[in-house]
């Protein structure tokens, strides 16, 4: 019989069916199964998200650079890692990545949105780049990269009041903005030649673009160099009507050695020179009144200078009149009572066979009589409401400084030192100062900079029409001015700090920068107070011919403190050197300035520029090449007449007529080298 079940179609009443109880035997059974299922899942999702993961990790992967959340890095031909930077602004959201071609980009960090990007490019088969971006969307969020700086040498920047070569790194410095600085009274500062590039001895370059407001930092624990973007507590600015926020772009490149990248980067990036400046300045010394008088210059005392350099048979490319031939900051004609009648000296100077430059500078100072007519004119950088002009100390007191961004200013000043020329005959000036530490943390200029080194870019600019002779102390974006740059003032001592040691490794750090015409200081340095080894009123005599003979194997020379204050010795040992460099460096430094227009590359290299898989040349700070054919190794140290040399590879023909085939770098241990020698050697 069947049973009627209340419940309709498909309904059941559980009730009126028997229940069955499961024996204790079956329930783990049962457990098992629910584990494994739950196993099995989990081991299909494991799955699953490692093959996204390859694949995401693939994606973000383009050439030879890796990317992830926290940074990239960046590996050469034979897969060793070169370049590594890391992201302290933010994590990236990987899944906002996309990839396209061989652009990467990235949509937002973990808590904001943001653009980023690398484009990889390959501009030769040699070069491998990668164009970096990020780019904030919220006002005043600071973008930082940090590179580390640990897998190689690195060189270029600044240069700095302790000069090394390679770059040597000591504590920790928060990112501080990087702008021109006058090294001699800001130690601490970046200096007034300075480019955002760097380049390493693993083939690797990084250069900055020129429109991030650029703030560097570096920690030697970390062993990394900080790369920020900012318009917060910076005196970089934005673009009139935009919003500040931070962008941080730059181009990273690999190639095969150190000098084949550095000379990729340089024609790509650096400008170059138009002219090579008058010969005879790479001929003949310059002979500048400034380590020898200071300020107490006169009429009397520079006809007599220019009588001793005729009577102790010296050449002189021109005579350089310095600080304080006028009575006020600011004015453009000669003190009176110091020179009773200008226009007679310049014209006994001018019989005598003397051309004459003077020493100019941008500050016009508060009892100048021109203060009243720049104020009045609106010449001034002013103050950052544009209201009022901005008053600045410099070391020689309080002043308004002219706004280069100004054409009336320009002109007003360009019809300054016209006059000077057409009145007296004055040839060329030395332009001083230029740097950004001149100019109020805030300010305003008539047409608006974002990068305060863009003001020494537009003073810079004024050298122009006398680049045939005229000389700067500083450079930003400056390499086309095409005339002589002078690392700042050196002190006279030994050391590395504004010594002697330190113009080596500064003229290889301008050179690398793209300044090639390089006016060294003067020889035996300033002779400043406190500031001279022993506190004697002359620089050290060993020192000043030491000095000499390395300045000899510069591109130019230049006397202020002359070599008859000592003794015949040092006169003879002058003149010898005068003449060496005339005939012997003079000839091969103008043949290279000329290729210098084309190509960029320096005049005065690093050893590695010829022995590119050397790790000992990479670190050399005492040795150069002028070219690629004439090593020099002065001395550097008092008391010594001997040093050790090291010789890369190569047929090379000592000054004193040995030979050295080696086909493996040389160390010359205690060369010896006398007090009126300086070891150099000739590619033969």
Not at 83 to 107: I, N, Q
Request: hydrophobic share 35%; proline share 6%; glycine share 6%.
């Amino acid at each position: 019989m069947y049973q009627v079940v209340p419940g309709g179609a498909g309904g059941t009443i559980t009730d009126a069916l028997p229940k069955q109880k499961h024996s204790r035997d079956t329930r783990p059974l049962v457990g098992a199964g629910v584990i494994g299922l739950v196993l099995v899942i989990a081991a299909v999702t494991a799955w699953c998200y490692y093959i996204a993961s390859l694949r995401k990790a693939e994606l973000l992967k383009t050439q030879l650079l890796d990317l992830n959340k926290d940074g990239y890095i960046i590996r050469n031909q034979g897969g060793s890692i070169v370049f590594r930077m890391d992201f302290r602004s933010g994590t990236l959201d990987l899944d906002s990545c996309s990839k396209e071609g061989e652009l990467l980009s990235c949509g937002s960090t973990a808590d904001r949105k943001l653009n980023f990007f690398i484009e990889t490019v390959r501009p030769k088969d040699t070069v491998q780049c990668y164009r970096v971006r990020w780019e904030e969307l919220v006002p005043d969020i600071p973008v930082e990269h940090a590179m580390t700086y640990k897998f190689a040498h690195w060189y270029g920047g600044a240069v700095s009041a302790i000069q090394h070569w390679p770059i040597s790194i000591s504590g920790q410095q928060a990112p501080k903005p990087f702008v021109t600085s006058d090294i001699y009274s800001n130690r601490q500062e970046f200096g007034g030649i300075l480019e955002s590039y760097w380049l390493s001895s693993n083939a690797t370059a990084i250069k900055i673009n020129n429109s991030v407001p650029f703030h560097l930092g570096w920690n030697d624990t970390e062993k990394t160099m900080s790369f920020q973007a900012r318009y917060s507590d910076s005196p970089f600015k934005p673009n009139p009507g935009e919003a500040p926020c931070a962008e941080l772009s730059y181009r990273v490149c690999v190639g095969l050695d150190v000098t084949s990248i550095h000379k990729y980067m340089v024609r790509r990036y650096f400008n170059k020179p138009n002219k090579v400046p008058a010969k005879v300045m790479f001929r003949h010394p310059i002979w500048s009144t400034w380590a020898l008088h200071k300020t107490d210059i006169d009429q009397e005392k520079i006809l007599e200078y220019a009588v001793n350099i005729r009577k102790y048979n010296f050449n002189c490319s021109h005579l350089e009149i310095d600080d304080r031939y006028t009575s006020r900051y600011g004015e453009f004609e000669f003190d009176q009572k110091k020179f009773t009648n200008a226009s007679a000296m310049f014209q006994k100077l001018k019989s005598d066979g003397f051309l004459v430059s003077l020493w100019i500078h941008p500050f016009v100072n508060y009892d100048s009589a021109n203060f009243h007519t720049c104020v009045e004119r609106g010449l001034f950088v002013r103050e950052p409401t544009g209201q009022l002009p901005a008053l600045v100390r410099w070391w020689n007191g309080i002043s308004g400084i002219l706004d280069f961004t100004n054409q009336d200013a320009r002109d007003w000043f360009s019809s300054q030192l016209r006059s000077l020329r057409s009145r007296y005959g004055v040839t060329s000036f030395k332009f001083d100062a230029g740097e950004t530490n001149y100019l109020p943390w805030k300010f305003s200029t008539r047409t608006p900079i974002k990068d305060p080194s863009f003001f020494t870019r537009r003073y810079t600019e004024m050298a122009i029409p006398y680049n045939d002779r005229a000389e700067l102390r500083s450079g930003y974006q400056s390499q086309n001015i095409s005339c002589f740059f002078r690392p700042i003032d050196r002190d006279s001592v030994w050391g590395y700090e504004m010594g002697l040691k330190s113009l080596i490794p500064t003229v290889l750090t301008i050179s690398i920068l793209g300044y090639q015409f390089i006016l060294p200081d003067m020889i035996g340095g300033n002779a400043y107070a406190n500031r001279t080894d022993g506190n004697r009123a002359l620089p050290d005599r060993e020192l000043y011919i030491r000095w000499l003979e390395l300045s000899a194997f510069m591109p130019s020379m230049q006397f202020s403190i002359p070599p008859w204050q000592y003794d015949n010795e040092v006169v003879e040992i002058a003149r010898k050197y005068t003449a060496l460099h005339e005939s012997i460096v003079a000839p091969r430094v103008l043949e290279l300035a000329s290729e210098v227009l084309n190509t960029g590359d320096p005049i005065i290299r690093p050893l590695w520029w010829i022995a590119t898989g050397d790790e000992t040349a990479y670190k050399i700070d005492s040795q150069f090449l002028i070219g690629d054919d004439l090593m020099v190794a002065p001395v550097l140290e008092p008391g010594k007449q001997e040093r050790d040399i090291y010789l890369p590879a190569g047929r090379w023909k000592s000054y004193k007529g040995e030979r050295f085939d080696i086909k493996e770098p040389l160390h010359l241990t205690d060369y010896p080298v006398d007090l009126d020698e300086i070891a150099y050697f000739v590619w033969v």
